[in-house]
């Protein structure tokens, strides 16, 4: 899975601008779960459709909305985009 600044921060706003399936990325989405920045729910299904089962989406933590600003602040510096995420997520921790 590439774990880029650009690749997290264009999943982490796919997720908040349009209802993603999770089977769709699962990678980079089980990632994004394990830092507590999306979560699974079940997608709704219309009410005269009982016999389809209900599809996971991916959607943002609070904890995601505040990481979209926080890497969104940092996208004019040289090399953000191809440099790696969890290095620039531990660094910034460590500056705080």
């Not at 997290?8 to 980079?28: D, F, G, N, S, T």
């Not at 079940?42 to 599809?55: C, I, M, V």
């Amino acid at each position: 899975m590439e774990s880029s600044n650009g690749a997290i921060l264009e999943a982490l706003q796919l997720v908040l601008y349009r209802q993603i399936m999770w089977h769709k990325r699962p990678a980079i989405f089980t990632s994004l779960h394990s830092l507590g920045l999306i979560e699974a729910v079940d997608q709704r299904t219309p009410p005269n459709a009982h016999y389809l089962p209900p599809l996971k989406i991916a959607m943002l933590t609070d904890k995601g909305r505040r990481e979209i600003a926080r890497i969104e602040t940092s996208t004019h510096l040289t090399n953000w985009l191809a440099a790696d995420y969890l290095g620039t997520l531990i660094e910034t921790a460590a500056l705080v």
